[in-house]
């Protein structure tokens, strides 16, 4: 079964009672189990992972890079301004692999900050705004 990285970025460790509203009532570990359980079904073992730490995220992709892992990450607020993850997914796509952007929430709805992302341009695609089946959509593409 081939390995696929989830990587998710800063706050969504508090999904659950992170802004219900906009998030939904989903805790990290149901997420987790929901992603692993779907990877599953379509031959993949998920490694789901949350940092509020840039630079583990980095690193995590650069592992992606050399263990020659597709990733679905959802960069949170990195998604808006940070160029060194834009760095390290390039990186992953100019390898030749996979790296779909997830977003629970349709940041393009919402305040205007959110309606640019860094990461988009390099991505393999991008899905947003179904929950936390915004995961399960990017498992189906892969
Ligand atoms: C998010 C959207 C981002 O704007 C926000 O900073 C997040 C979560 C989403 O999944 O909808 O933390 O990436």
Redo the contacts with the bound molecule.
């Keep these: 079964m081939s390995k696929l990285l989830v990587l998710n970025?800063?706050?969504?460790g508090r999904l659950g009672s992170r802004e219900p509203e906009?998030?939904g009532s989903a805790n990290f570990a149901e997420l987790t189990d929901r992603v692993v359980t779907a990877a599953k079904a379509a031959g993949f073992e998920a490694d789901v992972r949350q940092t509020n730490d840039e630079a583990e995220l980095v690193s995590w992709l650069h592992e992606a890079v050399d263990q020659q892992n597709n990733v679905i990450i959802?960069?949170?607020?990195f998604?808006?301004y940070s160029y060194a993850l834009r760095d390290a997914a390039a990186l992953v796509t100019k390898a030749g692999l996979k790296l779909i952007e997830?977003?629970?929430?349709?940041?393009h709805t919402?305040e205007e900050f959110?309606h640019n992302s860094v990461i988009s341009a390099i991505a393999t695609g991008v899905i947003?705004g179904f929950g936390v089946e915004?995961y399960v959509l990017a498992i189906k593409a892969l």
């Design positions: 970025g800063p706050n969504l906009v998030y959802n960069p949170a607020a998604t808006h997830v977003h629970i929430s349709n940041p919402r959110r947003a915004s």
